[in-house]
Every structure is written in C-alpha cells, then in structure tokens.
C-alpha cells in the first residue's frame, strides 16, 4: 500500500474500503500514484451506517486532473456483468480484470 503523503488531495469517496481498494489498484495501472488512509472500518460492514463507510481516495495534486478524468470514465461505466473465461467467476460490469483470478474480459466476437 502506498503511504499517502499530507499534501495529497482527496480524488473520490467511494462507497465503502474495498472499492477504495479497487480504485486505488485502477489509479496504480494508469500510472497514477493513489492510497488510502485508513481501512479501520471495514470490520464495521453490516453494523454501521452505510455513510461511516466511505472512504475517500487520495492522490498527489499535480494528479487530480487525470485521475478524475479515470474516475469519471469508471463512474460511467455501465452495463451487464461479465463471467470470466478462466475460472467463471461472475465479475461486475466495472471490474477490467477478474476479481478472483486477474484475467481480462474475453474480446468480443462478431
């Protein structure tokens, strides 16, 4: 994990510590540096407030720009789950990677 320095700026607040943990992982494979500061809640899914579950993202300034520009495009995103052609596991339509084995989508045929 990477140490989030106190100068970085919060990117997104994402709905709960492990998509904070997805975002970061996109952030980290577009060549931005991101981190989170804290995951001392997620002990607390189910029991506390969905809103005590938000957990901001934060990147360096000088990153702020491009990487709202990756956040809106995963924000857009929209469409069906996909099943990976690997291990079949059944991944959201968000993720650009299987969650369980890091395969990529099949490309589509046609």
Same mark, same amino acid.
């Given at each position: 994990m990477m140490k989030v320095q106190s100068h970085w700026v919060k990117a997104y607040s994402a709905g709960n510590p492990m998509e904070a943990e997805l975002l970061v992982g996109l952030l980290h494979r577009q060549g931005i540096r991101a981190g989170l500061r804290s995951q001392g809640l997620m002990?607390?899914?189910?029991?506390?407030?969905?809103?005590? %579950?938000?957990?901001? *993202?934060? *990147?360096?300034?000088?990153? %702020? *720009? /491009? /990487?709202? $520009?990756? %956040?809106? /495009?995963?924000?857009? $995103?929209?469409?069906?789950?996909?099943?990976? $052609? =690997?291990? /079949?596991? *059944? =991944?959201?339509?968000?993720?650009? %990677?299987?969650? $369980?084995?890091?395969?990529?989508?099949?490309e589509p045929t046609g």
């Open positions: 002990g607390g899914i189910g029991e506390l407030p969905m809103d005590a %579950l938000y957990t901001p *993202v934060w *990147v360096p300034a000088e990153s %702020l *720009v /491009a /990487a709202k $520009q990756v %956040l809106t /495009a995963y924000e857009a $995103q929209s469409g069906d789950e996909w099943r990976c $052609q =690997n291990c /079949a596991e *059944v =991944n959201g339509s968000s993720f650009e %990677l299987c969650w $369980q084995c890091g395969e990529p989508p099949a």
